[in-house]
């Protein structure tokens, strides 16, 4: 079964502590992963797509990187405005036309000033 | 910009009525998708469509219908709300062939 896993579930950080989310995957074929951040109540905001192994996408304090079974969310330098869950997703090949992506539970992140 | 609009962000609705979920988007997007988020179980798939009149259930359709009249507008029915169909309701819409979806706010459904 294709299955899509996030840890940790929760992470308290205090502002400037660097740190990652996990992300893997066991899927039959891997057409990209996705990164997204929730805000509470919101709907959630693309940040990344990354679609081979090796492959790695940086904006402002967030980089992403993607192995053949894993992809990392890193946070460098957090700052309380990082505070968000953030969600990772995947395409299988056979859901290029439909679009169709399957989602980690998330991990909720917390900034401490 | 990208833009996925949902016709309410707070809706309160009593057990057994029949409840309108509307989602536009105005970027041409051919598929479109509706998704519940819930607690500890993340976001689940209800229905999605790739073309207009085509629509395909995904994980959770039990209890929903859709409707694509129109490629822009794609819209999730719940024939008799129940308690437990209170929600997040997500839309969302991406291109024929591309992963990236693209997000409405929400509409938090309260079933009572």
């Known amino acids: 079964e294709d299955q899509v896993t996030q840890s940790p579930e929760a992470l308290r950080l205090q502002e400037g502590e660097s740190s990652s989310l996990n992300c893997s995957y066991t899927?039959?074929?891997?057409?990209?992963l996705f990164w997204y951040r929730q805000d509470p109540g919101k709907g959630p905001e693309f940040l990344f797509t990354l679609y081979s192994a090796g492959e790695e996408k940086e904006k402002e304090r967030l980089k992403a990187t993607l192995t053949k079974k894993e992809s990392f969310l890193h946070i460098t330098a957090p700052k309380p405005e990082d505070s968000a869950t953030y969600l990772c997703?995947?395409?299988?090949?056979?859901?290029?036309?439909?679009?169709?992506?399957?989602f980690g539970q998330g991990t909720t992140l917390q900034v401490k000033p | 910009d990208v833009k996925v609009t949902q016709s309410s962000r707070y809706l309160v609705k009593r057990t057994g009525e029949k409840v309108f979920l509307e989602c536009v988007q105005d970027?041409?997007?051919?598929?479109m998708f509706w998704y519940r988020q819930d607690p500890g179980l993340g976001l689940r798939l209800i229905y999605f469509s790739y073309d207009v009149k085509m629509k395909e259930k995904g994980d959770i359709p039990e209890g929903y219908s859709v409707s694509r009249e129109k490629k822009e507008r794609f819209s999730l029915i719940l024939e008799s709300a129940s308690t437990n169909q209170t929600s997040m309701y997500l839309c969302a819409s991406s291109f024929q062939g591309a992963g990236t979806q693209y997000f409405g706010p929400g509409t938090r459904l309260l079933v009572l």
């Open positions: 997703a995947v395409q299988l090949y056979g859901s290029s036309n439909t679009g169709k992506l399957i």
């Open positions: 899927v039959s074929g891997l057409r990209g």
């Open positions: 970027m041409d997007h051919e598929n």
